[in-house]
């Protein structure tokens, strides 16, 4: 009997011993197997932070990604395009998991820095970079500056709008003479003219993203001209073309972000590029691990649009919104389909 009580306190023992093990092992687990963050880092394009556009767009993206996800960001701002690679690399370095470009002037030093760290994902916008390791987003800008022009165009022709004149001429200006900007000017004019093919559209260049003082000289000539809407795609530097939209009582279009509220009234409405959108479905996405190569968003998965026209749709005829959303749901269905200059 003795050895049976013995053999009993052995095993009684052991188990404890076991028992001892797996608590511990379940503890050292509660400790130290917390989750590294996730790290996202965001590079801007020319203009930086406060142009109330593009940029601007990318970083309200950003901010609901740390609200919603709980990923770590960081934002840099470089003072030239030329420093794409030095900071592609350092935050490569710094251990980010996903490195995201606005600049689409990257595009060079993306390729190299991506094949030097494969374990780091980039990402990049306005252009198609091909790499494992590598997202390319790309917008259907030109769909939402048909609407933008189809609506200029009924808004030129209207003699009972105050700041539209006899002319019947409206105007574009972008901040350099590219393909990802004259994408928005082709689409521009592509709608006026569905409306009516004799609409004059002028065309010009700032060659800068970052100047408002250019965009306010070049908006004035073309107004000077007979312009009474003028579409700028320009950063920070249409902040000029909306002042001297202003000044001069005409319209003004906005683009990239909601820039209605700039000047309340003059811009007649904003061809939204949803960069915010684009950049917290990137990260939520690779949180997982379900990195897409390339996202092309256009009209049909909202990733442009046109504002809501807050502080000018009073002012327009029923007709002209009915139009517009009568030419969107064709976009949408592939009934009228907008050239993509691009390719």
């Known amino acids: 009997m003795k050895a049976f009580y013995k053999l009993v306190a052995t095993v009684m023992l052991f188990c404890a011993m076991v028992l001892g093990l797996l608590v511990g092992k379940s503890n050292q687990h509660t400790v130290f197997a917390k989750d590294k963050p996730f790290k996202v880092a965001l590079i801007t394009s020319e203009g930086g932070l406060g142009d109330r556009s593009f940029n601007d767009s990318g970083n309200r993206g950003m901010k609901l990604a740390k609200k919603k996800l709980g990923v770590e960001t960081k934002v840099v701002e470089p003072g030239d395009v030329s420093e794409g690679e030095t900071y592609l690399t350092k935050l490569a370095q710094s251990g980010y998991d996903l490195v995201i470009t606005l600049d689409l002037g990257h595009k060079d030093s993306l390729a190299k820095v991506a094949k030097a760290y494969p374990k780091t994902h980039f990402a990049i916008f306005n252009t198609v970079v091909k790499g494992k390791n590598i997202s390319s987003v790309m917008f259907k800008e030109h769909e939402a500056s048909y609407l ?7 808004v030129t022709k209207d003699a009972d709008l105050n700041k539209s004149n006899e002319d019947k001429t ?12 004259n994408i928005f000017y082709t689409g521009f004019q592509s709608g006026a003219q569905a409306i009516d093919p004799s609409i004059k559209v002028l065309k010009g260049y700032t060659n800068s993203f970052a100047d408002p003082a250019k965009g306010k000289e070049l908006a004035i000539s073309q107004i000077n001209k007979g312009s009474d809407v003028v579409f700028q795609a320009a950063g920070a530097t249409g902040d000029g073309v909306i002042q001297a939209a202003k000044k001069s009582n005409v319209y003004a279009i906005g683009v990239d972000s909601d820039q209605d509220g700039i000047a309340k009234g003059t811009v007649l409405t904003s061809v939204m590029k949803r960069v915010d959108n684009a950049v917290f479905e990137l990260i939520e996405k690779g949180k997982v691990g379900k990195y897409p190569h390339t996202m092309e968003l256009g009209l049909k998965e909202k990733g442009v649009q046109l504002s809501e026209m807050k502080y000018t749709k009073d002012q327009l005829k029923p007709e002209y919104l009915d139009k517009i959303n009568e030419l969107k749901e064709k976009i949408i269905k592939g009934e009228i389909t907008v050239k993509d200059t691009r390719k």
């Open 170 to 181: 409206i105007s574009f200006i972008g901040g350099i003479d590219s393909p990802g900007i």
């Open 148 to 154: 933008a022009g189809a609506l200029a165009a009924m």
